[in-house]
Every structure is written in structure tokens, then in C-alpha cells.
């Protein structure tokens, strides 16, 4: 559901944006403090729920910096890739990333992040990246600028110093988030405070990495798992690096809220089954899925199904490896 190469795209523009340029263009000194202090905690709060096909929540700088997780993000990412990252784009570290929000739109895509910013900065970069900058905007601590960016419209917003938005596409989901920043939005929940996906993400709970799709799923997409997506609400997912034991590991979790009723042992074993289709697949086999350090378990309740299983990390980031690393060397610059 997600499209890789677009959500590391963004990341790479929001890193860009963030960090390059020159000098601040004349009259866009650093802004004063905001009358009100914005709410960018967590900046997952911050995604409009209206439109959303698909949301990525990452805590970047506690996944990466994972003991059990280090050396497969080393082989997907080199530490030199991660330097010459860096260098290019004014000393801006992915791994240094507090949180990151990716959300999908029928014609747009969003990214938030957390992370010390220099508005003035972000401004200069956008301007030497854009063949046009065609607006700019201030809102107390919010500054606004778009134009477009290669083939497509672009808005990048500077949240004071502590945080950066870009959107691509039509520009609105961003104007929304600044919205929920500034507190402005008082009859609205953002996508993970909404349902469907509200109840998917308490019964996932917190997790450095997690993915959520709302449904209703229709046409093909409503044949996925064994059939599954037809009768399911909304599917949530979450990775959590294991650091503890002898041998570390990568617990997922997946969650599918519906009304299963009294059909719900029944899907479980569907839901369980079509794991092991996924399994045995040569995707699977290419990222170590078919060998799980445990077995997949499954439980079910009349409003949710859910699986869980234990991945060893460095197959699943050798196989990841074999089908990105030409998409990783493009967005990394090497």
C-alpha cells in the first residue's frame, strides 16, 4: 500500500529543504516567538484525517539506532551513504530525525518531521529548488512558501524551529496540519484520533515504527488477505526492534479491525493462513519471511484480528537490500 521510492523521496526533500541554501533571502530573518507555543507533540497529530488512503508513523532515531537493528540498516544504508547524505544537505542526518509522519492522499502526499530547522534556510533551499516559487505566507511562528518542483506543485512550512512539512501534489493536507499545530481545529480529530484507524492504533500501541491503511477496500484491494480486506475497517502494522536475549529480534505486529462477530476465529485462521501464502512467495523467501525466529500467532475478538510474529532482521534487510538499494543509492545521492 505503500509506495517506498515515494515516502524516502519526501524524506530527501524534507532533509533538503531543511538544511540547504545560502544565505536567507532579503526581509526572512529568524521569526520571533509565536504568541502561542504550536502542538507538534506528537507530529503524527498533526495528518488531517479527510482523504487519507495511507499513514506511515516513525520514530526515526529510536529504530535506527536499535542494538539489534544497526547492523541491517548498515547493509541497506552504509554509513557513508548516511555521511555523504549529511554533507550534501547542510549536515542533516536522517538518523537525528526525532519523528517522521508520511501520509498518502488520492492526489497528494505529505511529510512531517521533527527536528531542528533553520526557517530562513528552508526558505533559500526551496528557492533554488523550485523552477517557480509562486506564494509565501506568514502565520506567527508558520512560515509558508510554494511554487512548483520539477514536474509538480510543492508547499514546504517551517514550524518556528522545531519541525518541517512539505507536501506534494495538490496542496491542503499541509494547510490542515498547520491547522492542528495552532490548535485551530477544534471540531476535527487527526487521522490516528479518527476512526477507523483510531481503534487500530490503541491496539497496536506505541512502536518506533508503525503503518496504517484505512479502509473501505474495494476492487482488487479488497481481495488482499485471502479475501480478508473486503469485510476489514482499517489494517494497522508495527515493527519493534527485540534488543534484549542472546540474539536480537524484529517483533511485527498486524492488526485488522472489522466486525467479525461470531466469524472471528474463522478469519483468524485466514488471516494466518494467507501470512503463510505471503511466506512462501518468492518475496518471502527472498527476505527471509518463510523462516521466522517464531511462529506466526494469531488471535481474534468480534471487533479485531491480529498477528504477530518474529523476524530475524538481518535476512529480512539482505533481502530489502537485493530490491532497493538502486532506489536507496539514487535518494542518497551515491
Known sequence: MIARREALGLLAGLAAVAACGGAAPRGT?????PPVPLALDPVVDLVPAAGLTWLVDARLRDLLGSPVLIPAV????????????????????????????????????????????????????????????EGRAVDGAVTRVWGTVGDARE??????????????????????????????????????????LARAAELLGTA??????????????A???GGLLRATTAVGAALRPRDAGPAGALDVSVVLTGAWGAE??????????AFRVLADDPLGRLTGIDHPLEAPRVSADPEALRLAVSLDPMPLARGLHELTDATMAEIMGS
Open 29 to 33: 530573518g529568524a521569526p520571533g516567538a
Open 74 to 133: 548498515a547493509l541497506l544504508v552504509p554509513e557513508a551513504r548516511f555521511l555523504a547524505f549529511a554533507q550534501r544537505n547542510g549536515g542533516v542526518d536522517p538518523r537525528q530525525v526525532s519523528e517522521l509522519a508520511v501520509a498518502g492522499y488520492p492526489d497528494a502526499t505529505l511529510a512531517l518531521a521533527r527536528t531542528i530547522i533553520d526557517p530562513a534556510r528552508v526558505e533559500s533551499a526551496f528557492a533554488a529548488r523550485a523552477l517557480a516559487v
Open 155 to 196: 508547499q514546504v512550512a517551517a514550524f518556528d524551529r522545531q519541525a518541517i512539512g512539505i507536501e506534494r501534489g495538490r496542496l491542503g493536507p499541509l494547510r490542515a496540519a498547520i491547522y492542528f499545530a495552532e490548535r485551530k481545529l477544534k471540531r476535527s480529530q487527526p487521522a490516528l484520533r479518527a476512526e477507523p
Open 208 to 221: 518506533p515504527l508503525r503503518a496504517f491503511a484505512p479502509g473501505p477496500f474495494e476492487g482488487e484491494w
Open 223 to 225: 481481495e488482499g488477505l
Open 264 to 273: 472471528a476465529p474463522a478469519a483468524a485462521q485466514r488471516l494466518e493462513a
